[in-house]
């Protein structure tokens, strides 16, 4: 009977508080989580916004070809006109 | 008290304690759940987000690969043609002068660049030549002196195109005087005058003669 009357005093005072505290701390480890999972989640959608010019480089690689084309031209015009030097 | 009541008592009190436990699992269960899901959530927008990142940098590599092999090449050629042309030792020379300190990285197709002393630019080239140069660019470069300013001011580029025009243009006046209108819809209209297409009542050699 007392080993029973012990049991339950030590259900009280020591299995629920440490119930208790440790399931506050996966409480608090998830709360902590939330906002750092959002914060990436919104700098995943900025970054990916930012690359929406990324198709512009295909712009830019055709105007490069070209401009390096007419450099190309303008080189063996300017190689014909000047002499060489010395 | 009775054996059979402090039985009770004590069984009661573990009921309580059992429940209390319970409780708690649950309610720090639940909130445990909510918050995971709030995390797959984020992930699931995360993912998505990472995934148009993938597929929008996917051809950036070979782009930006094919354009550095098209500047290379322009590179190569603008060397090759400007040490044919200059010479080597000019052409070092009028790269540090348009780029202070590139001599010392000399050229990538001539390896021999980099030991030759760049001579300075405003011996070697005229005075016209360097007057380009410095036009071309915004760097106080081939000044006869070197700390001298550039020639074009670069914020400010079409104000100095604008001296090449007449005076009345470097002025800026609000408004200028508009060229007149002709036609049926203009607003000043002339009154038409007969004699204009007619046959000549006189001609001027046959006045000139009965004077005579």
Do not use: C, H
Not at chain 2, 115 to 127: F, N, S
Not at chain 2, 192 to 209: E, V
């Amino acid at each position: 009977m007392i080993l029973w009357w012990i049991g339950d005093l030590v259900l009280l005072a020591v299995v629920l508080p440490v119930v208790v505290y440790l399931l506050r701390g996966v409480l608090d480890a998830a709360k902590m989580i939330v906002p750092s999972v959002q914060e990436i989640a919104r700098a995943a959608a900025a970054g990916s916004k930012d690359l929406d010019a990324a198709a512009l480089l295909l712009t830019t690689q055709d105007q490069v070809t070209k401009t390096v084309a007419g450099v190309a031209n303008y080189g063996g015009s300017l190689d014909v006109i000047l002499d060489d030097a010395r | 008290m009775a054996p059979a009541l402090a039985f009770a008592a004590a069984g009661a009190v573990t009921i309580v304690a059992v429940g209390l436990i319970v409780v708690a699992l649950v309610f720090y269960l639940v909130s445990v759940i909510t918050q995971l899901r709030k995390i797959t959530t984020g992930l699931d927008e995360t993912i998505a987000s990472v995934g148009e990142i993938v597929q929008k940098s996917a051809p950036v590599n070979d782009v930006v690969t094919t354009i550095n092999q098209q500047l290379d090449a322009g590179v190569d050629l603008l060397e090759g043609l400007l040490v044919k042309k200059a010479g080597m030792r000019d052409a070092v020379g009028l790269v540090d002068g348009m780029y202070a300190g590139a001599a010392a990285a000399g050229f990538r197709n001539f390896p021999e660049s980099p030991t030759i002393k760049a001579p300075r630019i405003g011996e070697v080239y005229t005075r016209g030549t360097l007057t380009l140069a410095r036009l071309g660019r915004e760097a106080p470069i081939a000044a006869g002196n070197p700390a001298g300013p550039a020639l074009r001011d670069v914020e400010r580029g079409s104000l100095a195109a604008r001296l090449l025009y007449p005076e009345i243009r470097q002025t800026m006046p609000k408004s200028l005087a508009r060229s007149p209108v002709i036609g049926t819809d203009a607003p000043v209209q002339y009154e038409k005058r007969d004699d204009i297409g007619a046959p000549r009542k006189q001609l001027p050699g046959r006045a000139m003669s009965d004077q005579s």
